[in-house]
């Protein structure tokens, strides 16, 4: 598989914000965390700590020149703790020194006095002391209410999710270089520069112009560092501001897993009524949202589990209320999925209840309730495309569903010690950022006099491809090679006002806005050569670098075309930017059309346990995916098998265990697992063939975050083979169905 570093990250050579040769002069920081989840800092003496051999300086909140605040969509997170301390990790004080050991080992030295109080944990209590974030949303379709007493069925129960630790390769990081106007230069490894650079302004009491955030590359984020990338950046801001000298700030690998955000934890009440013929016909869901201490991407992410109430299925009857719940963690954030797979893992459960009451396959709901064109979301929106049914019936013509059950009832019947289960999950996941206004982007384009072609974007590379698929559409609109098309970082002051390279929109977004320029340049280039040769501009192309009249080859590669437009002053560069069109949202109503289109597919999962030792295994995973026509195969199936895996690990081995006092007891990769070669099952990936143009780039569909809801499969695909060993064992949804759950219940 070729990804634009992948020699790079071979050789071990990709630099990251850690591996930046620094100045001259470059200190080191260190932050100091509470240690208490819930408290009152009563006193915090910093002079022994400054005393300490290399110590340079120890800021805390008073010395911040700006505002000591650094929340996004609510103004509730200090940069560092000025009286109140909401949990374990939070910063209180940053050591600045001339190494990083001298840092870390002056953290001792400070004097604190905390009052503590007792901390809370869970969401439902939270909500029931009145804690909570924003207010309740309900999103609503029909009537459940009339609904529930013409149903053949109804069940209800309650489902949980974990959270999960990010683990991205590359842990938070930052250097801020100070610049001789004043102002900042910050290397970040973050999704969001521009966020990072208006965060840092805010606390430094500077113009945004004053602060310049670049961003070469980022070893993984799945929405880890959309958020969260900001209070370390701002710290080695802060300190290179108030020092005059270049500070970096890396976290160690345990200090990243203890003190940033995860994904949230959900626990969430449903209620589900079927017709005699496995038509679902309503549901009601109310989830509860554990936020952590601040608000963080929270309302944003508690929003798309509202759009991902009803997941792939059309349902006539909905009430989805959504709240999120104040507690005393670390601000739970953006990962990959954003909210939406919590509320996937909540449908499959009642769907999965439903089945074991009407004595039928999960399968034969989940398949007659597929979302059909023109049937309306509970948003608004109407579905605008067959591909839901389209990646079942295609998965079931390469698979044979009922072949497969069959096939695992024999083995089952024939094996007493091992049993096999399957679950088939569909995936159908909203495209564009729900907050309409970010759905923008913008593009630099230059074209050199040697012909080659350097891109700006706001999209940042964090392994996904997006910079390959960026240039593939630069190359195939301009009509030249692609290994003539670079990238550029992302840098604040080439491309301005960026929105994260999140909600898997980045090659969307930013590829239409390079398409636009790399038009804008060949337009130039076209009307000037239009005019040297008394054609019509129509007439001209460049293809496979050659310059075409009509059918005709003008002898006239691409590089002759560019040094002659540089001789007669044409421009070679252009800026542009995209918004996408059509999209709207109205919160009063919570109803609109948020979405530019839905990333679909579906996937079916073979599962077997051990009964011996308890121990479940996916075997395989088959899945047809809808990527409308790929700008890069192999990165559209790597993002694939990635999403997938991350998606089993956060439903069946990753497990966040924290102490009754609020600390994270699972801080190293020894006690939290994500799934390794080994766990690895057989995959297979079949691409959605003629499927429907989309709004994609060049007809392409995302394909970042929807594959990682494919692994909630997982979960009852363990299930499935936990109820062949018992078929009385009680039905229970408590994600992450790990080795010792699984254990348990075979009893
Ligand atoms: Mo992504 S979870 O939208 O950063």
Same mark, same amino acid.
């Given at each position: !598989?070729?990804?634009?570093? *992948?020699?790079?990250?071979?050789?071990?050579?990709?630099?990251?914000?850690?591996?930046?040769?620094?100045?001259?002069?470059?200190?080191?920081?260190?932050?100091?965390?509470?240690?208490?989840?819930?408290?009152?800092?009563?006193?915090?003496?910093?002079?022994?700590?400054?005393?300490?051999?290399?110590?340079?300086?120890?800021?805390?909140?008073?010395?911040?020149?700006?505002?000591?605040?650094?929340?996004?969509?609510?103004?509730?997170?200090?940069?560092?703790?000025?009286?109140?301390?909401?949990?374990?990790?939070?910063?209180?004080?940053?050591?600045?020194?001339?190494?990083?050991?001298?840092?870390?080992?002056?953290?001792?030295?400070?004097? /604190?006095?905390?009052?503590?109080?007792?901390?809370?944990?869970?969401?439902?209590?939270?909500?029931?002391?009145?804690?909570?974030?924003?207010?309740?949303?309900?999103?609503?379709?029909?009537?459940?209410?009339?609904?529930?007493?013409?149903?053949? $069925?109804?069940?209800?129960?309650?489902?949980?999710?974990?959270?999960?630790?990010?683990?991205?390769?590359?842990?938070?990081?930052?250097?801020?270089?100070?610049?001789?106007?004043?102002? $900042?230069?910050?290397?970040?490894?973050?999704?969001?520069?521009?966020?990072?650079?208006?965060?840092?302004?805010?606390?430094?009491?500077?113009?945004?112009?004053?602060?310049?955030?670049?961003?070469?590359?980022?070893?993984?984020?799945?929405?880890?560092?959309?958020?969260?990338?900001?209070?370390?950046?701002?710290?080695? *801001?802060?300190?290179?501001?108030?020092?005059?000298?270049?500070?970096?700030?890396?976290?160690?690998?345990?200090?990243?897993?203890?003190?940033?955000?995860?994904?949230?934890?959900?626990?969430?009440?449903?209620?589900?009524?079927?017709?005699?013929?496995?038509?679902?016909?309503?549901?009601?869901?109310?989830?509860?949202?554990?936020?952590?201490?601040?608000?963080?991407?929270?309302?944003?992410?508690?929003?798309?589990?509202?759009?991902?109430?009803?997941?792939?299925?059309?349902?006539?009857?909905?009430?989805?209320?959504? $709240?999120?719940?104040?507690?005393?963690?670390?601000?739970?954030?953006?990962?990959?999925?954003?909210?939406?797979?919590?509320? !996937?893992?909540?449908?499959?459960?009642?769907?999965?209840? *439903?089945?074991?009451?009407?004595?039928?396959?999960?399968?034969?709901?989940?398949?007659?309730?597929?979302?059909?064109?023109?049937?309306?979301?509970?948003?608004?929106?109407?579905?605008?495309?067959?591909?839901?049914?389209?990646?079942?019936?295609?998965?079931?013509?390469? =698979?044979?569903?009922?072949?497969?059950?069959?096939?695992?009832?024999?083995?089952?019947?024939? =094996?007493?010690?091992?049993?096999?289960?399957?679950?088939? !999950?569909?995936?159908?996941?909203?495209?564009?950022?729900?907050?309409?206004? /970010?759905?923008?982007?913008?593009?630099?384009? =230059?074209?050199?006099?040697?012909?080659?072609?350097?891109?700006? @974007?706001?999209?940042?590379?964090?392994?996904?491809?997006?910079?390959?698929?960026?240039?593939?559409?630069?190359?195939?609109?301009?009509?030249?090679?692609?290994?003539?098309?670079?990238?550029?970082?992302?840098? @604040?002051?080439?491309?301005?006002?960026?929105?994260?390279?999140?909600?898997?929109?980045?090659?969307?977004?930013?590829?239409?806005?390079?398409?636009?320029?790399?038009?804008?340049?060949?337009?130039?280039?076209?009307?000037?050569?239009?005019?040297?040769?008394?054609?019509? $501009?129509?007439?001209?192309?460049?293809?496979?670098?050659?310059?075409?009249?009509?059918?005709?080859?003008?002898?006239?590669?691409?590089?002759?075309?560019?040094?002659?437009?540089?001789?007669?002053?044409?421009?070679?560069?252009?800026?542009?930017?995209?918004?996408?069109?059509?999209?709207?949202?109205?919160?009063?109503?919570?109803?609109?059309?948020?979405?530019?289109?839905?990333?679909?597919?579906?996937?079916?999962?073979?599962?077997?346990?051990?009964?011996?030792?308890?121990?479940?295994?996916?075997?395989?995973?088959?899945?047809? =995916?809808?990527?409308?026509?790929?700008?890069?195969?192999?990165?559209?199936?790597?993002?694939?098998?990635?999403? /997938? !895996?991350?998606?089993?690990?956060?439903?069946?081995?990753?497990?966040?265990?924290?102490?009754?006092?609020?600390?994270?007891?699972?801080?190293?990769?020894?006690?939290?697992?994500?799934?390794?070669?080994?766990?690895?099952?057989?995959?297979?990936?079949?691409?959605?063939?003629?499927?429907?143009?989309?709004?994609?780039?060049?007809?392409?569909?995302?394909?970042?975050?929807?594959?990682?809801?494919?692994?909630?499969?997982?979960?009852?695909?363990?299930?499935?083979?936990?109820?062949?060993?018992?078929?009385?064992?009680?039905?229970?949804?408590?994600?992450?169905?790990?080795?010792?759950?699984?254990?348990?219940?075979?009893?």
């Amino acid at each position: !598989m070729k990804h634009d570093d *992948a020699l790079l990250h071979l050789r071990g050579a990709a630099r990251y914000v850690r591996d930046i040769p620094v100045p001259q002069g470059t200190l080191h920081a260190a932050p100091v965390p509470s240690p208490v989840a819930h408290g009152k800092i009563r006193r915090l003496d910093a002079s022994a700590a400054a005393e300490h051999e290399g110590v340079i300086a120890v800021f805390t909140a008073r010395d911040i020149p700006g505002q000591n605040q650094i929340g996004n969509i609510i103004p509730d997170e200090p940069l560092l703790a000025a009286e109140d301390v909401e949990y374990i990790g939070q910063p209180l004080a940053l050591i600045v020194a001339d190494s990083l050991e001298a840092a870390r080992a002056a953290r001792s030295l400070i004097g /604190l006095e905390i009052e503590s109080f007792p901390p809370r944990l869970d969401p439902r209590e939270a909500f029931a002391r009145g804690e909570i974030i924003g207010a309740p949303r309900t999103f609503a379709q029909g009537d459940v209410d009339r609904a529930w007493p013409l149903c053949h $069925v109804v069940v209800s129960g309650r489902a949980d999710s974990g959270g999960q630790e990010h683990v991205y390769l590359e842990t938070q990081s930052a250097l801020a270089v100070p610049r001789d106007d004043g102002g $900042v230069k910050v290397y970040s490894a973050t999704q969001s520069p521009t966020l990072v650079q208006r965060t840092i302004a805010r606390v430094l009491g500077l113009a945004m112009h004053q602060v310049e955030v670049e961003v070469p590359r980022l070893g993984g984020a799945f929405g880890g560092k959309e958020d969260q990338a900001t209070a370390w950046a701002a710290l080695a *801001a802060l300190a290179a501001f108030r020092l005059g000298r270049p500070v970096k700030l890396i976290l160690s690998r345990q200090e990243d897993v203890r003190w940033t955000g995860k994904r949230h934890p959900y626990s969430s009440d449903y209620k589900i009524g079927l017709s005699e013929d496995a038509k679902i016909l309503a549901y009601e869901v109310t989830f509860y949202q554990n936020a952590g201490a601040s608000a963080d991407l929270s309302p944003a992410i508690l929003e798309r589990t509202l759009f991902h109430t009803t997941n792939s299925y059309f349902i006539p009857h909905v009430r989805a209320t959504a $709240v999120s719940c104040r507690t005393h963690l670390p601000p739970f954030t953006a990962f990959r999925g954003f909210g939406g797979p919590q509320a !996937m893992f909540v449908l499959e459960a009642a769907i999965t209840r *439903a089945a074991a009451a009407l004595g039928i396959p999960a399968a034969e709901i989940q398949g007659k309730n597929l979302i059909r064109r023109d049937d309306e979301l509970p948003y608004g929106m109407r579905f605008e495309s067959d591909s839901p049914a389209r990646c079942w019936d295609e998965l079931d013509r390469r =698979h044979d569903l009922a072949a497969c059950r069959a096939r695992i009832a024999a083995f089952n019947h024939d =094996h007493a010690l091992t049993k096999k289960g399957l679950a088939v !999950m569909p995936v159908c996941f909203g495209i564009s950022f729900t907050t309409t206004y /970010l759905n923008q982007a913008a593009s630099l384009v =230059h074209v050199y006099t040697d012909g080659s072609v350097g891109i700006s @974007t706001a999209a940042v590379e964090m392994g996904q491809g997006v910079h390959r698929k960026i240039r593939r559409v630069a190359a195939r609109t301009l009509g030249i090679e692609l290994d003539r098309v670079r990238m550029e970082s992302t840098n @604040t002051t080439r491309v301005a006002n960026t929105s994260p390279t999140a909600a898997s929109s980045g090659a969307d977004l930013n590829g239409h806005a390079t398409r636009l320029a790399c038009l804008q340049i060949l337009e130039s280039l076209k009307q000037a050569l239009a005019a040297e040769h008394g054609c019509l $501009v129509e007439q001209i192309y460049i293809d496979r670098e050659e310059v075409l009249r009509g059918h005709e080859r003008m002898d006239l590669s691409w590089k002759q075309l560019v040094s002659w437009a540089y001789a007669r002053r044409i421009p070679l560069s252009a800026y542009a930017s995209y918004a996408t069109p059509g999209i709207h949202f109205d919160k009063s109503k919570e109803k609109g059309r948020p979405f530019a289109y839905h990333g679909v597919g579906t996937a079916l999962i073979e599962a077997s346990v051990d009964g011996l030792r308890g121990i479940p295994r996916i075997d395989s995973v088959k899945i047809v =995916h809808d990527v409308g026509q790929s700008l890069d195969p192999a990165i559209d199936r790597g993002q694939i098998e990635g999403g /997938l !895996m991350q998606g089993i690990g956060w439903m069946t081995s990753e497990e966040l265990v924290y102490s009754p006092e609020g600390k994270i007891l699972s801080d190293s990769l020894a006690t939290y697992k994500v799934p390794d070669i080994g766990a690895t099952p057989e995959v297979t990936i079949a691409f959605l063939e003629d499927a429907q143009p989309p709004a994609g780039i060049l007809g392409a569909k995302t394909v970042g975050e929807p594959p990682l809801m494919y692994g909630i499969g997982a979960y009852f695909a363990i299930l499935d083979a936990l109820r062949a060993f018992r078929p009385d064992l009680p039905l229970f949804f408590h994600a992450p169905l790990t080795a010792e759950k699984t254990f348990k219940a075979l009893g």
